[in-house]
């Protein structure tokens, strides 16, 4: 199986700060890297598809790059309504799977 | 618009079994892969299922193999989680998710489960 580790696990922001979370797969994933974000008591939404794509209606702030085994999404202004748990999910395999979360908390 | 509605959560002793449905409304339900994902009590995501459009092919997380089973009935929009021999560690809200571009992009609300004697 493919591992997913997220990092960091938490981190305190301002409003207006520029947000960067790591997800390192444990192998070559093909660029089919996910980002999720959850709010407490909601569902997940997704945000970032296939490492760079956005979803429809996702706010352009947020943006997904990289390759390979390491993987990055950027908040580039944060705003109130960002603060929430990330998730990070790769698709490349068989058995997908979740990085462990990101908890973006408030300054 | 897309809505996927739980149902069937609720309380189990160790051992029993409960089925879980996904009604899907919004979209041609045949056309699109599904898949359960779930959350313990304060944890994180974890994928359970997948589901081919026409149910030919199903995938499970290691955890759930041999235990759960995943079906649906395209002519009735819907998703069925079959989980037998319930373990605590399966107490969980159970999410039923379309099939995106190789992600899930759209959620249920989710349908707690929890395994207790």
């Given amino acids: 199986d493919i591992q997913m580790t997220q990092s960091p696990s938490s981190l305190s922001a301002s409003v207006g700060d520029r947000v960067t979370i790591t997800c390192r797969a444990s192998q070559t994933i093909n660029n089919y890297l996910n980002w999720y974000q959850q709010k407490p008591g909601k569902a997940p939404k997704l945000l970032i598809y296939s490492t760079s794509s956005l979803q429809s209606g996702v706010p352009s702030r947020f943006s997904g790059s990289g390759s390979g085994t390491d993987f990055t999404l950027t908040i580039s202004s944060l705003q109130p309504e960002d603060f929430a748990t990330y998730y990070c999910q790769q698709s490349d395999s068989i058995a997908w799977r979740f990085g462990q979360g990101t908890k973006v908390e408030i300054k | ?117």
């Fill in chain 2, 1 to 117: 618009e897309v809505q996927l509605v739980e149902s069937g959560g609720g309380l189990v002793q160790p051992g029993g079994s409960l089925r879980l449905s996904c009604a899907a409304s919004g979209f041609t339900f045949s056309t699109y892969w599904m898949g359960w994902v779930r959350q313990a009590p304060g944890k994180g995501l974890e994928w359970v299922a997948n589901i081919k459009k026409d149910g030919s092919d199903k995938q499970f997380v290691d955890s759930v193999k041999g235990r759960f089973t995943v079906s649906r009935d395209n002519t009735k929009n819907s998703l069925y989680l079959q989980m037998n021999s319930l373990r605590a560690e399966d107490t969980a809200v159970y999410y039923c998710a379309r099939h995106g571009t190789w992600s899930f992009n759209y959620w249920g609300q989710g349908a707690l489960v929890t395994v207790s004697s």
